[in-house]
């Protein structure tokens, strides 16, 4: 069977004692609140990651993930964060391809291929994220955009490197725009993500890959969403800062 995951990504949010406050509420909850077999990623800023790991050690199905890795292993390159080192701080997880990175910082397909390489060089499981803006929805080529990336990004990796790459697809028309992602519109993307990653990989390959939901998931719709057959989990923005929120999406499966 898939891993069913749910990963929190905290964006540039919370100081210190927030940081530590956020993931205590969160282990208190999860230890005492019955939940299905679900593995939880808490993706916080670098620089509370030793915090978060030290709060989160010894607790069964809670890891730790970085949002971002340099494409880089070391240098002279002020500011950034190699897969290493992510690592050496007990992270098991990084997002790879954000969106906010694809738009902000205008992370290419090709850097995103480098990026995983080095994940997966240091046995970091990449969050590989994917998903179109509103025009290329509304276009109806939404299809073929998504596949395009995972083409451009991913076609070069082995059968073993693929399966240990899970997915995260999201509906950049639906997130901050008013507009809202149906569970069903979620399964068809899910379910031609799947299918373009088999006609690659093959069928027994791609139905071992993991693919979150990363479109606005609260308590109120997750339930409905996590039920759809080809989505794995959900990779959780602004309900990942709040406790209660995030642990009742957890528990929505």
């Not at 749910?6 to 969160?26: D, P, R, Y």
Request: aromatic content about 8%.
């Amino acid at each position: 069977m898939r891993k069913k995951i749910v990963a929190g990504n905290w964006k540039m949010n919370g100081v210190q004692e927030e940081g530590q406050k956020l993931t205590s509420e969160i282990v208190n909850m999860l230890r005492d609140e019955p939940q299905k077999d679900v593995t939880v990623v808490l993706n916080p800023p670098y620089v509370h990651l030793h915090g978060v790991n030290k709060l989160i050690a010894g607790v069964k199905n809670i890891h730790l993930g970085g949002q971002n890795c340099s494409d880089k292993a070391s240098g002279a390159f002020t500011g950034e964060i190699s897969a290493e080192m992510l690592a050496s701080f007990g992270a098991e997880y990084v997002i790879i391809g954000h969106s906010e990175r694809r738009e902000y910082f205008r992370e290419t397909n090709a850097l995103l291929t480098e990026k995983t390489k080095q994940a997966l060089a240091n046995k970091l499981t990449p969050i590989f994220c994917c998903g179109e803006p509103l025009e290329i929805r509304e276009s109806g080529t939404h299809e073929d955009y998504v596949k395009n990336q995972l083409t451009e990004s991913l076609f070069g990796f082995s059968e073993n490197e693929i399966k240990n790459i899970v997915i995260a697809y999201e509906p950049i028309w639906a997130i901050g725009t008013g507009k809202t992602a149906s569970a069903e519109q979620a399964q068809e993307m899910h379910a031609a993500i799947r299918q373009h990653l088999a006609g690659k990989f093959g069928s027994a390959v791609a139905d071992e890959i993991s693919i979150l939901y990363g479109g606005s998931c609260k308590p109120d719709n997750a339930r409905e969403i996590f039920s759809k057959p080809d989505v794995d989990g959900g990779l959780i923005g602004g309900a990942s800062l709040k406790s209660r929120d995030f642990v009742d999406i957890i528990k929505s499966f």
